[in-house]
């Protein structure tokens, strides 16, 4: 806002006739010398900048206002239109004129006095002058006209003598508030950096603290706040007060003996919080001004780095899989994640144990999203598939040069990468010996070290093992150390193989069958087929029975699955495995045909009846009397 405030109201006129030329809000206020004083001080807080002219200018500078103020110049039209109205005024060719103006206003006259040939004389005035003595002493010199302002003028008609008010035109009122306009553009872009300013150091993660050369604090943030405040010295700090002594003896005073130090540092307490502080002096001609001290909560600190580490080194290392995603209609299935759902609520060590395809990862991935600790890392490592070489690096990470191709920066292991997260050890029982020793010991101390290096670093993660084979017999044998197993076993989850919870099979498949990438149509399982998949062994679990529907998936070109068709793409063989009550059932599910089609296919794997007769778990003469039944054609003797 821009407020003009004017001695008459013909430059008030003046004022309005062009303020719309400008897109700032002007207000227009009468006032003259000491009369605009109440009037500045009414608009200090709205106002970003003051308009006024001659006397009315040095009395508002005088008393102190705040505001910028634009000081309206009289120009060398204003003036050439007062001396010509003097010249109508003064009815004769020779006369004499006094010109009675502040300091401020007379510079443009003094440039346009060589230019005139008038008798002229300046009278300069100033918030001390007495201007009716001033006016007779114009009368005493034999002035026959006065030019000047406001007052001028009212003195000037008190003692009859002719007088001129020096007017400001437009050209110098629109030449005002194109100043004035620059004035408030850069207040506001000065006020707008300022508040910016005072959101970035509200809103950074550090405390900041601007102190002058004797420590007085000048500026500070919230966080600097909050921290000080938990200082033992007890006192509220801001603008103007001292800092606290433990950090006045880090800032660099002037004359002080540190005065060449760049910048110092400090680990420190502060209440119950550690804080890292950095103090940094501010140089103005090879001497210290002022000094910036930042405070760091260490808490802080540390969750930086967490972040940090998350963000460079957690791309893909995620847990995808929750107990949502468990296919399990099984009452042995539903305690099982019963069981395991709990043990997501704590901390300790999980072995999970199950055969090969049972899933153990994604149990492992579903409690790790269940746990506290779903916001961190899941780190999968198999350590039947890592050669004995490289496992040390890829569990504790190493430094530069720490072996011949290591990696020029180095590299974090898997428990640094999981630090506030889950590591997964799959085939736990194929980790070497030698390294056994070392995950004994980040179990124990929560602490590693890389390799060609003398740094510890502190971890916290959470190891779920898992194994297909007998670990308790391993460490009886001394293939697996007995104190690691113990810190392994904390919680033991057993995963049944799929055989044992013959109610999660026709679930699965119908669960795999629908999100199938390769089926269109998802295809029904007619009776006898389905008989056949619930008792079929499922040797590989659920990992064979995802491959079993990704084939039916892939050629299945009818809407109803027959047992044949399934039979087919089975191994049969496996079938021998069962009790015979079990195989007679199988059987007797499956039309002759299908066990027609399924003998031709194993002798011709085999190639002698011999073998086709072990594979079916059969006698050989027995083979060759259903051959006959069936009416499968003989095609070598028999052997």
Same mark, same amino acid.
């Given at each position: 806002?821009?407020?003009?405030?004017?001695?008459?109201?013909?430059?008030?006129?003046?004022?309005?006739?062009?303020?719309?030329?400008? +897109? %700032?809000?002007?207000?227009?206020?009468?006032?003259?010398?000491?009369? !605009?004083?109440?009037?500045?001080?009414?608009?200090? $807080?709205?106002?970003?900048?003051?308009?006024?002219?001659?006397?009315?200018?040095?009395?508002?500078?005088?008393?102190?206002?705040?505001?910028?103020?634009?000081?309206?110049?009289?120009?060398?039209?204003?003036?050439?239109?007062?001396?010509?109205?003097?010249?109508?005024?003064?009815?004769?060719?020779?006369?004499? /004129?006094?010109?009675?103006?502040?300091?401020?206003?007379?510079?443009?006259?003094?440039?346009?006095?060589?230019?005139?040939?008038?008798?002229?004389?300046?009278?300069?005035?100033?918030?001390?002058?007495?201007?009716?003595?001033?006016?007779?002493?114009?009368?005493? $010199?034999?002035?026959?006209?006065?030019?000047?302002?406001?007052?001028?003028?009212?003195?000037?008609? !008190?003692?009859?003598?002719?007088?001129?008010?020096?007017?400001?035109?437009?050209?110098?009122?629109?030449?005002?508030? +194109?100043?004035?306009?620059?004035?408030?553009?850069?207040?506001?872009?000065?006020?707008?950096?300022? %508040?910016?300013?005072?959101?970035?150091?509200?809103?950074?993660?550090?405390?900041?603290?601007?102190?002058?050369?004797?420590?007085?604090?000048?500026?500070?943030?919230?966080?600097?706040? %909050?921290?000080?405040?938990?200082?033992?010295?007890?006192?509220?700090?801001?603008?103007?007060?001292? &800092?606290?002594?433990?950090?006045?003896?880090?800032?660099?005073?002037?004359?002080?003996?540190?005065?060449?130090?760049?910048?110092?540092?400090?680990?420190?307490?502060?209440?119950? +919080?550690?804080?890292?502080?950095?103090?940094?002096?501010?140089?103005?001609?090879?001497?210290?001004?002022?000094?910036?001290?930042?405070?760091?909560?260490?808490?802080?600190?540390?969750? &930086?780095?967490?972040?940090?580490?998350?963000?460079?080194?957690?791309?893909?290392?995620?847990?995808?899989?929750?107990?949502?995603?468990?296919?399990?209609? $099984?009452?042995?299935?539903?305690?099982?994640?019963?069981?395991?759902?709990?043990?997501?609520?704590?901390?300790?060590?999980?072995?999970?144990?199950?055969?090969?395809?049972?899933?153990?990862?994604?149990?492992?991935?579903?409690?790790?999203?269940?746990?506290?600790?779903?916001?961190?890392?899941?780190?999968?490592?198999?350590?039947?598939?890592?050669?004995?070489?490289?496992?040390?690096?890829?569990?504790?990470?190493?430094?530069?040069?720490?072996?011949?191709? !290591?990696?020029?920066?180095?590299?974090?292991?898997?428990?640094?990468?999981?630090?506030?997260?889950?590591?997964?050890?799959?085939?736990?029982?194929?980790?070497?010996?030698?390294?056994?020793?070392?995950?004994?010991?980040?179990?124990?101390?929560?602490?590693?070290?890389?390799?060609?290096?003398?740094? /510890?670093?502190?971890?916290?993660?959470?190891?779920?093992?898992?194994?297909?084979?007998?670990?308790?017999?391993?460490?009886?044998?001394?293939?697996?150390?007995?104190?690691?197993?113990?810190?392994?076993?904390?919680?033991?989850?057993?995963?049944?193989?799929?055989? %044992?919870? +013959?109610?999660?099979?026709?679930?699965?498949?119908?669960?795999?069958?629908?999100?199938?990438?390769?089926?269109?149509?998802?295809?029904?399982?007619?009776?006898?087929?389905?008989?056949?998949?619930?008792?079929?062994?499922?040797?590989?679990?659920?990992?064979?029975?995802?491959?079993?529907?990704?084939? /039916?998936?892939?050629?299945?070109?009818?809407?109803?699955?027959?047992?044949?068709?399934?039979?087919?793409?089975?191994?049969?063989?496996?079938?021998?495995?069962? $009790?015979?009550?079990?195989?007679?059932?199988?059987?007797?599910?499956?039309?002759?045909?299908?066990?027609?089609?399924?003998?031709?296919?194993?002798?011709?794997?085999?190639?002698?009846?011999?073998?086709?007769?072990?594979?079916?778990?059969?006698?050989?003469?027995?083979?060759?009397?259903?051959?006959?039944?069936?009416?499968?054609?003989?095609?070598?003797?028999?052997?």
């Amino acid at each position: 806002m821009i407020v003009c405030i004017t001695p008459d109201e013909g430059i008030a006129q003046t004022f309005k006739r062009v303020a719309h030329e400008f +897109k %700032e809000k002007i207000v227009v206020e009468r006032g003259l010398l000491e009369q !605009a004083i109440p009037i500045a001080r009414r608009w200090e $807080d709205e106002a970003d900048v003051l308009v006024s002219r001659g006397g009315t200018v040095l009395v508002m500078r005088s008393a102190g206002i705040s505001t910028p103020i634009v000081e309206l110049q009289v120009t060398a039209k204003d003036l050439a239109l007062a001396l010509e109205k003097a010249r109508t005024l003064i009815k004769k060719e020779e006369f004499r /004129i006094g010109v009675m103006t502040f300091s401020n206003m007379t510079q443009q006259l003094k440039d346009f006095l060589p230019f005139l040939s008038l008798d002229l004389r300046l009278y300069e005035l100033s918030i001390d002058t007495d201007q009716d003595k001033a006016i007779r002493k114009a009368m005493h $010199d034999g002035m026959d006209v006065l030019l000047g302002g406001v007052i001028t003028s009212k003195f000037a008609a !008190a003692y009859e003598i002719p007088s001129v008010l020096i007017e400001s035109g437009e050209t110098s009122i629109r030449y005002a508030l +194109k100043e004035a306009s620059k004035i408030v553009s850069a207040r506001r872009l000065k006020t707008r950096r300022a %508040e910016e300013l005072r959101i970035i150091m509200e809103n950074i993660r550090e405390g900041i603290i601007a102190t002058d050369g004797e420590g007085h604090i000048f500026q500070m943030n919230g966080k600097a706040r %909050e921290l000080l405040k938990h200082s033992s010295e007890g006192q509220t700090w801001g603008y103007g007060t001292k &800092l606290p002594s433990f950090l006045v003896e880090m800032i660099q005073t002037p004359g002080s003996e540190s005065n060449q130090e760049k910048e110092k540092r400090r680990l420190t307490e502060i209440g119950a +919080k550690r804080v890292m502080v950095d103090a940094i002096p501010v140089k103005v001609e090879g001497s210290v001004a002022s000094s910036v001290i930042t405070l760091q909560d260490i808490g802080s600190i540390q969750k &930086l780095e967490e972040d940090i580490r998350r963000e460079i080194y957690f791309k893909g290392y995620v847990a995808k899989f929750d107990f949502g995603d468990i296919v399990a209609e $099984d009452p042995l299935s539903q305690r099982t994640i019963d069981l395991a759902m709990r043990y997501a609520r704590t901390n300790a060590s999980i072995m999970i144990r199950g055969e090969s395809g049972v899933g153990k990862e994604m149990f492992a991935q579903s409690i790790h999203n269940a746990s506290d600790r779903r916001s961190g890392a899941f780190v999968a490592m198999n350590c039947a598939a890592i050669p004995e070489t490289l496992f040390e690096s890829e569990l504790f990470g190493y430094v530069d040069g720490a072996f011949t191709g !290591a990696r020029k920066k180095g590299k974090p292991g898997l428990f640094e990468i999981a630090h506030g997260g889950t590591v997964f050890l799959d085939e736990i029982s194929e980790m070497p010996l030698s390294l056994q020793s070392r995950l004994l010991r980040v179990l124990q101390e929560h602490e590693v070290m890389r390799l060609g290096d003398d740094k /510890i670093i502190p971890v916290d993660v959470r190891i779920i093992a898992a194994s297909n084979r007998d670990m308790p017999s391993l460490v009886s044998s001394g293939a697996f150390r007995n104190d690691l197993f113990w810190r392994l076993n904390v919680l033991n989850l057993f995963i049944p193989p799929l055989r %044992e919870r +013959k109610g999660d099979v026709l679930p699965l498949i119908n669960h795999m069958l629908e999100h199938s990438d390769f089926c269109g149509q998802v295809p029904r399982l007619g009776p006898g087929c389905a008989a056949l998949l619930q008792n079929y062994p499922w040797p590989g679990n659920v990992r064979e029975l995802k491959n079993f529907c990704d084939r /039916i998936a892939a050629i299945c070109e009818t809407e109803e699955i027959e047992a044949t068709f399934a039979l087919a793409l089975l191994d049969s063989g496996l079938l021998i495995h069962q $009790d015979k009550k079990t195989q007679e059932k199988v059987l007797s599910d499956n039309s002759l045909a299908s066990r027609g089609f399924e003998f031709e296919r194993i002798i011709n794997e085999e190639k002698t009846y011999e073998n086709a007769a072990k594979r079916l778990g059969i006698h050989r003469t027995t083979l060759w009397r259903r051959m006959k039944k069936l009416g499968l054609p003989g095609k070598t003797p028999l052997k």
